[in-house]
C-alpha cells in the first residue's frame, strides 16, 4: 500500500480525471448500491469521462455482500465486455467497496478499480489497504483476496446524506485506531459528537489522521502476517457479534458490532496484559453512551464461541483462540493465546455493565 493512491479532495471531478487519463481504460464500469445510487452517484454522473459508463446496482445491506451478488457484478462485467484494462468504480460504503474490489481482483484475474468511499466506514477503513471480499456460509468475510483498488478518492461532502448511526458506525474503527496508535488529537477524537451539522473539516483533520494509522500498519505488513493484526483489534469478538445477529436476522452494523467487541477485548486485555482500568472504564462508558446496548444470553455464548473458532487470525490449530491485545493505549501484543474462559468471562463482564 506503499503505493496506494489515497487522495482527499474537494475536487472529485478533476481528480477523477486525472486517474481515468492515467489508467486509460477501454471501458468503465460503475458498481453502486441501491442507496449510494440515490444519494451519492448523482455527485460524479455528470463527470464527462463516465457519459458511456456501464451501472450496476445491487441492493443495500450487508446481508447483500454475497455470493449472489458477486455473480451478478462478474455477470454485468462479462456481458458488456470488460477486459483486464476496463476500469471498475465502486462508488459506495465498505459492502460496496469489499465486494466490487473482490469482483475486479477476480474478473479475469485482475481489473483495474478505483474507490470512492460514501460513508466515513469506509473512508477510514474499508475502501483502502487490500482487503476485499464477501460474506459466506453466514460468516463474516470468509472469502476474500487482497487486492488493492489503484486510488481512493476520498470526498467529505458525501456524509452530508450519511445517517448519525452510520457516521457512528465509521467512528467506532476510528476509536480502534486511536487505541493503537498514540494518533495527536485522541482527545478531539474521543469529545467528537455526530450532531446535526457536524464540523466537517473538523472531523476531516480527523479522518485524515485515521487513515494515517492504517496505513502505518499495512504498509508493515500488507498480507497481516504479523503486526498489521492489529488492525483487527475488536474484531475477534465483534465480527462473532456481527454474524450472530446476521443469523438471528436482526443485523446491526458492522462498527456497532467493533465497538461492542472493543468491550470485551479490552476486558481480555485488562485481565491478561494489564491494559489499565481507569482507560478501560473510560472507553467502555464512551462505548455504552454512543451504541447502547447489544442483548444476549449466556445460552448464546457456546453459538458466539463456534463464530470465534472461525477467525483468521487462529493459526496456532484447532481450539486455540489467538487475538491481538493492547498493553496500553498504542502498545500491542499480537498473537496473545486467549482461554474460552476468559473470553466467557468477558460476556458476563459485557452483560453485567450493560445491565442484561
Ligand atoms: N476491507 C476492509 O478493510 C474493511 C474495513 C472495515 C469494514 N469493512 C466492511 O465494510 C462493511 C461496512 O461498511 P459500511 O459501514 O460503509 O456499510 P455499507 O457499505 O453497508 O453502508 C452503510 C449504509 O449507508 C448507505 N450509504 C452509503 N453511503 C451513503 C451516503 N453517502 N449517504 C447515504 N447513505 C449512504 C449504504 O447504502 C448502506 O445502507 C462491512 O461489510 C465490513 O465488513 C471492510
Ligand atoms: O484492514 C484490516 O486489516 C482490518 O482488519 C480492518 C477491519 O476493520 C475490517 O473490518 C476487515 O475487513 C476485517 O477483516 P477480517 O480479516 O477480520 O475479515
Ligand atoms: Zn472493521
Redesign the pocket.
Known sequence: MGTQKIIITDHLHECLTEEIELLKPDKIFILT????HE??YPLIKDHPLLGEANISTIP???EN?SIQSLMFVWKSLSSFGASRKSLLINI???????LGAFAAATFKRGMRCINI???L??MV??S??G???I?FNGL??EVGAFYEANAVLINMQ??????KQ?NL??YA?MLKHGLIFDVPNYQELLNFRFEKNADLNKLGILVQESIDVKKYYVNKDPHEQGVRKILNLGHTIGHAFESFAMHSKKPI???YAVAWGLICELYIAHRQCNFPKEELKKLIDLIKDRYGIFEFTCKSYDKLYEYILHDKKNTKGSGIISIPLLKERGVVSLDETVDKDLIYESFDFFRDFMGI
Open positions: 448500491d441501491s442507496n449510494t444519494a451519492c443495500a445491506g450487508d455482500k459506495g460504503g465498505g459492502m460496496i467497496s469489499d468511499p460514501t460513508t466506514l469506509s477503513d474499508a483502502l489497504g482487503k476485499t471480499g460474506n463474516k468475510n458525501f456524509l452530508k446524506t450519511l445517517d452510520n458506525s465509521g474503527e452494523l458492522h462498527g
